[in-house]
């Protein structure tokens, strides 16, 4: 595979990454160095462990988990947005009691949810006999970079008090859009 079309493939895939980053930089207004690693590292490490173990499953899983990962991405990526949506609608942005993102099971959940398109891509690179491991390493480190920018854009965004609350409106409204398109491009949506 060449050089740019794994840099452009690392990017497509961080793009929920990204955006996911900046609707929780958006819900914690206030980002430590700390939080930034956490959610960098484990969505990097999910982002490249997935097409490794996609890669690793080859045909034999395909069709078993084709049926069903959209709606599991999404289930994840709704279960996170009502979170945020609950928040916004609530007004309670003065509290520091608020649920951290990049903690526990809800930093697991968005780690997958962001991730699963990933698993798509390592059963497809698997198809056309393409090495796993140099677009693996790529997609991970992009996906950092990619989590780390957005966390800061939705820290600034976050900090502007009379853009907090539609901005965490937006954030969830966002995840749920993403979700949303996970479905309609794996056809869950074609009614007509």
């Known amino acids: 595979m060449e050089p740019i079309n794994t840099l452009l493939l690392a990017v497509a895939l961080a793009m929920d990454a990204f955006a996911v980053s900046i ?3 958006v819900a914690l207004k206030s980002v430590s160095p700390r939080q930034t690693f956490r959610l960098a590292w484990h969505f990097g490490l999910f982002q490249a462990m997935m097409p490794v173990i996609g890669w690793s499953a080859g045909l034999t899983v395909r069709s078993r ?8 991405a999404f289930a994840l990526l709704a279960f996170v947005a009502q979170g945020m949506l609950r928040s916004a609608f609530k007004g309670d942005h003065g509290e520091e009691t608020a649920k951290d993102p990049t903690r526990g099971m809800t930093m697991v959940m968005l780690s997958v949810a962001t991730s699963i398109d990933a698993l798509a891509v390592g059963l497809s690179l698997s198809m056309i ?8 390493l790529i ?21 502007v008090a009379m853009l ?27 009614f007509f």
Do not use: Q
């Open 23 to 25: 609707a929780t930089g």
């Open 65 to 72: 988990i084709e049926a069903y990962d959209h709606w599991i």
């Open 129 to 136: 006999n393409v090495s796993i491991w140099t677009p693996a």
């Open 139 to 159: 997609i991970g480190l992009v996906a950092g970079a990619f989590t780390t920018a957005g966390m800061h854009l939705g820290k600034v965004i976050g900090k």
């Open 164 to 190: 907090s609350r539609w901005a965490e409106m937006t954030g969830g409204l966002v995840l749920l859009a993403i979700g949303g398109n996970i479905l309609w491009e794996h056809g869950a949506l074609n």
